[in-house]
């Protein structure tokens, strides 16, 4: 993986949660929530939820919602190589 990727997965991620917060803060400004675990809870519920939406745009109807994940690209994750099957050799089996 590249660093742009690294980096854009980091990006991705944080930008919903800085929307989650900022619309707890809204929630708490205008609605009174007087807990701050129920404002901790609002935030992160907002924030997966609005990941998970704008995600499932992007992938399956156009990759311009990407944007409101903060890039219109998501990271490539290159294919891990399967590692080849050991070879016993017929004299180490059991019984052999």
Known sequence: ?????????????VVPMI??????ALAHAGIGVDS???TVWLGSAFGAAY???FRVLEAHVSSRWGWLLGL????QYP??????P?????SAMPGA
């Open 79 to 84: 294919a891990k190589a399967t590692p080849a």
């Open 1 to 13: 993986m590249t660093l742009y990727d690294t980096l854009a997965s980091l990006w991705r991620t």
């Open 86 to 90: 050991a070879v016993v050799p017929p």
């Open 72 to 75: 219109a690209r998501p990271p």
């Open 36 to 38: 701050a675990a129920a």
């Open 51 to 53: 990941y998970a939406f």
């Open 19 to 24: 929307v989650g917060a900022l619309v707890a």
